[in-house]
């Protein structure tokens, strides 16, 4: 008598969600981690274009040198807010996906334990049957050699 658990096909649907929760969720902590390493490009490029600045300014420069500093640096600062602002959008995806990957873990896990705990009730329910099995056999077999004794 082979064991099966009779809500095996949610138990399987519950953790294929929670996989692929976990493949979201790993799928954000990649853009967050993308999105971190962009600000640390931008503010480096922002320092690289105050130091270049300084060091037009002790040359001979042109105006319109001197005009692009400032569009330049605004043009990166902007960018910088947005990927701020982004990185922020994405931290509180990110709290959300825990959320449902927690729920998610909560469900599976508790399909799980039934599962467990079903498989224990069949598994002393089979003992049992064995047992009285043996009994019988035990019982048969000393019935038969009290009739072989008496013959």
């Given at each position: ?70 569009y ?25 996906k ?40 035990f ?13």
């Amino acid at each position: 008598m082979a064991y099966k658990f009779k809500l095996q096909a949610l138990l399987k649907v519950r953790e294929f969600k929670e996989n692929n929760l976990k493949i979201e969720l790993g799928r954000i902590v990649q853009e967050r981690e993308s999105t971190k390493a962009r600000i640390e490009q931008l503010n480096s490029d922002i320092d690289a274009a105050y130091h270049d600045q300084g060091e037009l300014v002790t040359r001979d420069i042109t105006g319109n040198e001197i005009q692009f500093f400032p569009y330049y640096l605004q043009g990166k600062k902007d960018d910088l807010e947005r990927t701020i602002k982004r990185l922020e959008e994405i931290e509180i995806l990110l709290k959300k996906k825990l959320q449902e990957l927690a729920i998610a873990r909560g469900e599976s896990k508790l399909l799980e334990n039934m599962r467990a705990n079903d498989f224990d009730k069949f598994k002393r329910e089979l003992e049992k049957k064995q047992h009285n099995q043996i009994e019988e056999l035990f019982i048969m077999r000393a019935g038969h050699d009290r009739k072989g004794e008496e013959s």
